[in-house]
């Protein structure tokens, strides 16, 4: 049984599977950072940067983990019964993104898919939070309570 335990136990990725891993996810943090230094401050004229940029980003992150698990472990895992709800909301939400952004060249979709997409990739890194659902609420209340604090700290400063 001891032998049968080691066997289940997976692999660690190769030394190279993960260079090449940490280079997909550092090109990946790339596009999130032109995403929100570059495209963000012109989301008004010209949103499908934003939504293209923050998409490749994500996309490519997401490559990078699949990278290091293995693809069919990550594709079994994606596909479990719970976690199929969060794997098709955020990858329906990265697809309606670019067909927004490419094929539509609208405006306010690509705005609103992008929103979708930045809700839907919450809820799925969350949705490995320990607790759960449980976890995902008091980690939700407690950054919404600090940025209630914070934002009761600005209106003082300001309304003084």
Known sequence: SSVASLTSVPSLP???TTYYAAAVGGAGVV?????????????????????????????????S???????KQQVEHMMSASRL????????????????ALFQHSYLLSIFFS?????????????????GAMGVQIVTGIASRTCFMCLGGVRRMVFK
């Open 115 to 131: 929103g979708l997409q930045v809700v839907a990739l919450l809820y799925y890194v969350f949705s490995y939070f320990p607790g």
């Open 14 to 16: 190769s030394r190279k």
């Open 65 to 71: 983990f699949t990278m290091m698990t293995g693809f």
């Open 31 to 63: 596009f999130l950072i032109l995403a929100f230094t570059v495209a963000l401050p012109v989301i008004v004229m010209f949103p499908t940067k934003f939504a293209l940029s923050f998409t490749i980003g994500c996309a490519l992150i997401f490559i």
């Open 85 to 100: 709800p969060f794997t098709i909301g955020y990858l329906g939400s990265m697809g309606l993104t670019l067909h927004a």
